[in-house]
């Protein structure tokens, strides 16, 4: 298990890398260009990311990736038994959504998967979601469709339990995936990024 987490945090630490190396580029470009230029955010170069994948919404509506792979989306993955991480990176999104002008803030979707499905049923997704923001779509699978989609995401989910613990908990990673049509990833935030970071880079990927 430890080793699999190393695996996962160097593949981390090497898109990171890739996605540093690619800013400079492009600013390196703009600026021997001699221009000022506004470059509409690189697509994040991850092979093998996102795909297809069958889940149930908040509302028990059955749902695939065909009803989202047109539009722009933060995706975040957690459960809702998370003390803090969870509710506040979902707060994040809620407040990225509103510092964000209406017209763009209305054209993404933000998606919350459970990687909890055995505790997160549809009624719990339901009233949790609602906490957040009135657009927030609950997605929940059964166990087999959640290590399918968190393996498509790269999100690594384990439950933890020790003998002091009732209940077992998750350890998970925590990401807010900012994706666009045709499965496009835009940008990675995480934990450390603010919700006007995430609002900012939004704009400027909207601004043309
Ligand atoms: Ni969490």
Redesign the pocket.
């Known amino acids: 298990m430890n080793k699999k987490r190393l695996i996962r945090t160097f593949s981390i630490i090497f898109i990171g890398l890739i996605i540093g190396g690619l800013g400079t580029y492009f600013q390196i470009k703009s600026e021997s260009s001699g221009r000022v230029a506004t470059i509409k955010s690189a697509p994040v170069v991850a092979s093998d990311f996102g795909g297809e994948f069958t889940l149930t919404n908040h509302l028990g509506e059955t749902v695939t990736d065909k009803d989202f792979k047109d539009k722009y989306r933060l995706i975040y993955f ?2 809702t038994y ?1 003390p ?3 509710p506040t ?1 979902l707060q994040k999104i809620t407040m990225a959504l509103k510092d964000l002008d209406a017209e763009i803030a209305d054209q993404i979707t933000p998606i919350f998967v459970t990687i909890d499905p055995e505790r997160d049923t549809v009624e719990a997704m339901k009233s949790y979601v609602g906490l957040f923001h009135e657009r927030l779509i609950g997605l929940r699978g059964t166990a087999q469709q959640t290590k399918q989609i968190a393996d498509a995401y790269k999100i690594y989910y384990a439950r933890v339990k020790d003998d002091t613990m009732q209940d077992y908990t ?1 350890d ?1 990673s ?1 990401f807010i995936y900012f994706m666009g049509p045709n499965d496009t990833l835009y940008r990675i935030f995480k934990v450390d990024d603010k919700a006007d970071v995430i609002a900012a880079f939004i704009t400027e990927h909207f601004a043309k």
């Open positions: 957690g459960f998370c803090a991480i969870c990176e998750m998970h925590s």
